[in-house]
């Protein structure tokens, strides 16, 4: 895949197969499956499953404890923490899948759904996946104390609201890269791991 491929590319399983294969991140992976399950929030009704979303994103910051990964995974199971951690993966990758996510939208709402649910999922994939073929060097000054104290905001609340004026700190800051400025200031969607939220934090 070129560059140019990946900028008009519609099909998220494609995104998805050449970044996992050159710049792969296990936590950018959960958070995105974390953000496709909270897309179908209403069609995943068990109060098991529930829980294994909530715990898969607080582990993608390191913030869930052995225990909970435990807990969440069914009782056959509950051997090692890399047996529980499969398990509540393999079970938030199934809805990553491209076309599993367009089926629960158009079931959710109509046939002409689908297209919608396309769409959304390749915004997801753009929103937490930054262009592999121009990475980012995000310069000290521009993480000023609003930029991050609007960031963390954001990152902790998943109210996104606030990214246009994330946008206009960082510019004020002296941010100059299009790349940056054009996603803040973009339709979105964006979501917990959005990549220029996590670069504000320093996150990786």
């Known amino acids: 895949m070129t560059e140019a491929e990946w900028l008009a590319c519609n099909e998220p399983e494609a995104m998805l197969a050449y970044w996992q294969e050159n710049a792969r991140s296990e936590r950018r992976e959960r958070l995105l499956a974390v953000a496709c399950c909270r897309l179908v929030w209403g069609s995943i009704t068990g109060e098991w499953e529930r829980n294994l979303v909530d715990v898969a994103e607080r582990a993608a910051d390191d913030s869930a404890s052995e225990s909970e990964l435990r ?12 047996d529980a951690d499969w398990m509540w993966w393999q079970t ?20 002409t759904a689908v297209v919608v649910a396309l769409d959304v999922a390749v915004g997801l994939v753009r929103d937490i996946i930054p262009n592999p073929f121009r990475p980012v060097a995000f310069a000290p000054p521009w993480r000023t104390s609003t930029a991050v104290t609007l960031a963390s905001q954001m990152y902790e609340s998943r109210d996104f609201d606030v990214m246009s004026i994330l946008a206009d700190a960082l510019q004020d800051a002296g941010c100059d890269n299009g790349d940056v400025l054009s996603h803040c200031r973009g339709p979105g969607p964006h979501v917990k791991g959005c990549w220029v939220v996590d670069l504000v934090l320093g996150k990786e």
């Open 92 to 111: 938030c990758r199934r809805w990553v899948d491209g076309r599993r996510l367009v089926k629960s939208f158009a079931n959710l709402y109509s046939p």
């Open 71 to 82: 807990r969440i995974a069914p009782p056959a199971i509950r051997g090692p923490m890399r």
